[in-house]
């Protein structure tokens, strides 16, 4: 139930807090004074689009903040505990603010949360009914949406089984339309597999290869420095035949120096001993040298084939993954798509199989919904055609047309519409066609009084239902609000003073004038003012006694028959 609404900076509104009760609230007002403002603001706060043409002339921002208790609503705590959200005492708090940028910001019970949840709330939370509602019952599915609602005992159970195997059904389907959109194209996607499996096994690829051969590659090219150097090492180790003379000789002949001075002094074996390993270690790198020089296995055609297989590996690499181990994967999956294209044909036969007997199951289960809904419909038009009539159409009649659609649906193989007649004698005819907007807002109240019942949720706003009626007819469309009000928290936006002598709690809207500046302010009336207001809705400028005293009458009559009403019920 809605508790509160408080709005700040929204279009005439400068700051104002409104108090709901349970029960019939009824909100009047001259026209113009900003009545429906109220309801759009309470549609932005339940995540509606928010205009920053809304915005105060002069302000920056506007907010909005509805405070619903919720006590007794468990349907509402799952969609709070997804988003990690405490409710401290059984209220909610829904708050919006939005800037002159359009950004907005949302909140729920102080935690900042996407726009998205305020939109989840709101189905659990409120109803809000106006013209746009009416028109909602002249769009194809919403009467068999209205159908199934009134009739959720008797086939919710059946309907959810439908649904289920309706959507297996169209899940299959989508993957049959899959495997047939490959088999076309079939062999010509196993020879580019079987072409492109071979193209890499047939290199023989392994893992390191590429690094070795890159290294290789790097010697092969360099060949003329590194002999070079190699020659001229051997040089400065053997000498030459231009007289210079080779470090080996040169370490030889110290060797033998310090040999011949042995003799006299020991301490110089240690030098004999460095430079006689010395020569030994140099002797050996030399031999070595001079063998590596004589093999010279750098061949050029080694080098091409090098490069060749280094072009290999980048082609492979470009078309199939940057690294051996992609490349190995690329085989893998293309070895196991060409496994599954080589048993499409089973596949598909399994897929068509599993069709057929899903098919016969929906046709089944579709045709046991239609049985259960022609029911189902006899009832509900039945019901509404009893409520129009007490709507001041006496000789009204509701009917609900039901027909067989060729191909099954999300919801069966049936189709629903309303049809219509306010006279005796005249057929019923298509409800677009032949309702004016007061039958259609009789209509709709109808229909939302014999599904009062099925709906949890537990406020319901009617913003100008009332628009074409008047006399009689807004009297038993009060007592239909009324009703509803018994069982729900009912917000009511009207002109009439029929309907506004049903209130509970009657809030008058007021234009005023301060400083050169409009504002739109809300008060709560006290039993002295609403009489004053009801002779302004009843008569106008007329303020006589008489006036007085029919809305005093009319205030004690619509009492009385709320309180029958209650007891009725």
């Not at 008797?154 to 495997?179: A, F, G, H, P, T």
């Not at 590659?217 to 231009?242: F, P, R, V």
């Not at 430079?275 to 002797?283: G, K, M, R, V």
């Amino acid at each position: 139930m809605l508790k509160s609404l408080h709005i700040h900076n929204f279009a005439l509104i400068a700051d104002t807090r409104i108090e709901l009760e349970p029960g019939f609230n009824v909100f009047s007002g001259e026209t113009g004074a900003g009545k429906s403002i109220l309801i759009d603001a309470l549609g932005i706060a339940l995540g509606s689009r928010a205009s920053t043409e809304y915005i105060r002339d002069g302000e920056d921002h506007y907010w909005v903040q509805a405070v619903f208790d919720i006590s007794g609503l468990q349907s509402i705590l799952p969609i709070l505990l997804e988003y990690g959200i405490e409710v401290d005492e059984d209220f909610l708090f829904l708050r919006r603010k939005v800037l002159k940028s359009g950004k907005s910001v949302t909140m729920v019970n102080g935690v900042q949360v996407p726009l998205s949840l305020l939109q989840k709330l709101s189905e659990q939370l409120i109803d809000i009914h106006g013209q746009h509602e009416n028109q909602r019952l002249l769009k194809a599915g919403e009467p068999l949406n209205l159908i199934d609602l009134y009739g959720s005992e008797d086939i919710d159970d059946l309907l959810s089984d439908y649904k289920v195997k309706y959507n297996d059904y169209i899940s299959i389907s989508q993957e049959l339309e899959r495997l047939n959109s490959q088999n076309v194209d079939r062999e010509k996607i196993s020879e580019r597999l079987e072409w492109e499996i071979n193209e890499i096994e047939s290199a023989k690829l392994f893992s390191g290869e590429e690094e070795a051969l890159q290294e290789t590659a790097k010697k092969l090219t360099n060949s003329t420095k590194i002999m070079s150097a190699a020659a001229a090492a051997y040089d400065l180790l053997n000498g030459n035949e231009n007289g210079i003379q080779g470090v080996l000789d040169s370490l030889s002949e110290a060797r033998d120096k310090i040999s011949s001075a042995l003799a006299y002094d020991k301490e110089l074996e240690v030098f004999y001993s460095a430079f006689d390993n010395a020569w030994l270690t140099l002797e050996d790198a030399r031999q070595s040298l001079s063998n590596y020089i004589e093999k010279d296995d750098f061949d050029p055609a080694y080098l091409t084939e090098v490069q060749e297989r280094l072009d290999l590996w980048y082609r492979l690499k470009k078309k199939y993954g940057n690294s051996f181990e992609k490349i190995q994967g690329y085989l893998s999956d293309a070895k196991e798509h060409l496994s599954e294209l080589s048993l499409i044909t089973d596949r598909i036969d399994n897929k068509k199989s599993q069709l057929k007997v899903l098919s016969e199951t929906l046709k089944k289960i579709a045709n046991e919904l239609t049985s259960a809904r022609t029911l189902i419909a006899a009832k509900f038009e039945k019901l509404v055609t009893q409520h129009i009539r007490d709507l001041a159409m006496p000789q009204g009649k509701f009917q609900v047309v039901l027909t067989k659609k060729a191909e099954l649906g999300s919801s069966g193989s049936d189709d629903a519409q309303f049809y219509f007649t306010a006279n005796l004698g005249q057929e019923a005819r298509l409800l677009s066609k032949v309702a004016s907007g007061g039958e259609l807002s009789r209509i709709a109240l109808a229909i939302k009084t014999v599904l009062l019942e099925k709906s949890g949720v537990p406020t319901m706003v009617f913003d100008e239902i009332d628009t074409g009626v008047g006399g009689v007819t807004a009297q038993k469309m009060a007592e239909k609000i009324a009703i509803i009000a018994s069982v729900r928290q009912v917000l009511c936006i009207t002109h009439l003073a029929q309907i506004a002598t049903f209130a509970d709690n009657h809030l008058y809207i007021e234009k005023i004038v301060e400083n050169n500046k409009t504002s739109t302010s809300v008060k709560t009336l006290d039993a002295k003012e609403r009489v004053t207001e009801i002779m302004r809705m009843a008569g106008g400028n007329n303020i006589s006694e008489a006036s007085r005293i029919n809305a005093e009458q009319l205030l004690l009559m619509a009492e009385k028959i709320k309180n029958d009403l209650k007891r009725d019920l």
